[in-house]
């Protein structure tokens, strides 16, 4: 089992849909959580940190439940510059180690 | 700020030839990050140093790749010698913080390609 799990996709949503993704950890001690988002042939870049309490910038809303060990995102009225790769991030202080989920594609269409 | 810079941007080499990438971090940050991502395997944590210090290369494929710190402005990443199944974009990035508890910020990457 990957140490950071997340659903590939492809997801193609109109403009002005609302998308969720959803990404499961394995490791019960990982600390620190984020959303990176990745365009075509450019290098990643945090969207968001993910808090216990929850977090909302905009129209982006992520949260954490480390109950059931998993984290989300949420993209309200997409646009078509959301169109990426959403990569969910996991740090395991104890190992001094990041983990990348695999990422998940999002198309908006016009 | 600059931001982080790779050098070069692009490297195309042949089966057996000595590569080396290059990283200038932020200035201040104590973290720097080697990354390597491919279609297959996505973006894999080669390597991690804490104020130039090697934390962690666990992540590192083989003995035929090394990495430096030799000072808080400069990284390499060598590869010696490199094979085809190489070929992918890595990725340098620095954190103000270790551990990776805080934003990692990333260079454009090389992309390298091994014939």
């Known amino acids: 089992r990957k140490e950071v799990e997340q659903d590939p996709g492809p997801f193609n949503v109109p403009e002005g849909a609302t998308v969720a993704f959803n990404c499961t950890y394995s490791n019960s001690a990982s600390q620190s959580f984020f959303w990176y988002r990745q365009d075509c042939r450019k290098e990643p870049k945090l969207l968001m940190s993910v808090y216990s309490s929850g977090n909302e910038d905009g129209r982006f809303t992520a949260q954490l439940n480390r109950a059931s060990q998993y984290i989300s995102l949420l993209i309200r009225d997409s646009k078509l510059s959301d169109s990426a790769t959403y990569l969910c991030?996991?740090?395991?202080?104890?190992?001094?180690?990041?983990?990348f989920g695999a990422g998940t594609r999002l198309f908006v269409k016009a | 700020d600059a931001g982080v810079i790779q050098s070069p941007r692009h490297e195309v080499t042949e089966m057996g030839q000595e590569v080396t990438l290059r990283c200038k971090p932020i200035s201040g940050h104590n973290s720097l990050f080697w990354y390597r991502q491919t279609m297959m395997r996505g973006l894999e944590l080669l390597i991690y140093?804490?104020?130039?210090?090697?934390?962690?290369d666990s992540g590192m494929p083989e003995d035929r790749f090394s990495a430096k710190m030799p000072n808080a402005s400069f990284s390499t990443l060598k590869i010696q010698p490199s094979e085809p199944r190489d070929s992918a974009v890595y990725f340098c990035?620095?954190?103000?913080?270790?551990?990776?508890?805080?934003?990692?910020?990333f260079g454009p990457g090389t992309r390298l390609t091994v014939l």
């Open positions: 990035a620095s954190s103000p913080t270790p551990n990776g508890e805080d934003t990692q910020y």
């Open positions: 140093f804490n104020n130039n210090v090697p934390i962690d």
């Open positions: 991030v996991v740090t395991n202080t104890g190992g001094f180690k990041t983990i």
